[in-house]
């Protein structure tokens, strides 16, 4: 059997798995109003890089448990020839065979020796951080929204309060002449008048553009924190898994240990081959929810991706 290559697997599962890719979200960030706004800009396309980084520890995982799945066949020819018939009572050859595949598994190294901590840690506390500042960057542009609200209710008040104002002045001017009470209405109110609602239209059109652009960055910003609270939760969950089944092939390898160092007992052979089968199932059920797991995560950041660059895409330069 050959060993398969970690170092390949990984970079090529990376590429392949990662949706939207690195070069599309420097593209979309590029095309739209958030370039010109060089920290917002800075804040998500630390959002997109922290998901990357996420993603290529998900195949790097991957690839660990493939890795498990081919140390486990030695372990696993063994189980399958214990059940052929009565292989304690075999032959010397029997015997030396087991010894041989026990002895190759003990010899490779645990994919999860170092259960990544490190790398799960950086990933959780690097989420937090950007979750803290879209949520800060989210009350800031509600604030801004209501500031809006305001000015633009202010503005109406402003602009009824102007009209009385002129109102009242026409028929002031119109009181002291003949002419004036005349004229004075058909030359004061109808062209003040259309140029207050024109005034008046292009204002409440100019902020209610400003408001739905702040609404449609507040909810690119909230799809983003809820998609770094999922995987930040999501990470936490993977991080326990990797370590339960570090501890689990760890415990494996001491019994095949104790096993190698009494070859010469064929009672321990007997009991490692039990135990061995006793755990086999437990086993295989922490690998395959693992990889459950890992590719729930992967689907989780390349969806919460594509979200926030659909609402990218809504708020074009």
């Not at 790097?60 to 020839?81: G, M, R």
């Not at 032959?91 to 901590?117: H, Q």
């Not at 503005?155 to 119109?174: D, M, N, P």
């Not at 922490?286 to 609402?311: G, K, M, P």
């Amino acid at each position: 059997m050959q060993q398969p290559s970690s170092s390949f697997c990984c970079g090529h599962i990376s590429d392949v798995l990662l949706e939207p890719g690195q070069e599309a979200v420097a593209t979309v960030l590029d095309a739209t109003i958030l370039s010109e706004n060089p920290n917002l800009k800075s804040l998500i396309h630390n959002y997109f890089d922290i998901s990357a980084e996420a993603s290529k520890i998900c195949s790097h995982l991957l690839t660990s448990i493939k890795q498990i799945q081919y140390n486990y066949k030695f372990i696993q020819s063994v189980l399958d020839l214990v059940l052929t018939g009565d292989a304690f009572n075999a032959t010397e050859e029997w015997k030396v065979f087991v010894i041989s595949e026990l002895n190759s598994f003990n010899l490779l190294k645990n994919p999860f020796s170092n259960p990544n901590r490190n790398d799960f840690k950086l990933i959780h506390d690097r989420y937090s951080l950007v979750l803290h500042h879209l949520k800060t960057k989210r009350k800031k542009i509600a604030k801004k929204i209501k500031l809006i609200k305001y000015f633009k209710k202010g503005s109406e008040i402003c602009l009824t309060t102007a009209c009385g104002v002129l109102v009242v002045a026409t028929f002031a001017l119109a009181a002291h002449t003949i002419c004036g009470l005349l004229m004075g209405p058909a030359i004061l109110s109808l062209p003040m008048k259309n140029f207050l609602k024109k005034k008046k239209k292009i204002l409440t059109n100019i902020r209610f553009l400003q408001s739905g652009f702040l609404r449609k960055l507040g909810v690119q910003l909230d799809v983003a924190a809820k998609g770094a609270y999922i995987l930040n939760r999501d990470f936490d969950t993977m991080s326990r898994l990797v370590a339960r089944l570090h501890d689990e092939i760890e415990h494996s390898k001491d019994i095949v240990k104790f096993c190698l160092e009494r070859k010469e007992d064929r009672f321990p052979l007997q009991e490692v081959v039990k135990e061995l089968r006793k755990s086999d199932i437990g086993f295989r059920k922490q690998v395959e929810e693992l990889e459950e797991h890992v590719y729930l995560c992967l689907v989780t950041i390349n969806r919460a991706r594509s979200l926030v660059i659909e609402e990218m895409a809504m708020v074009k330069s």
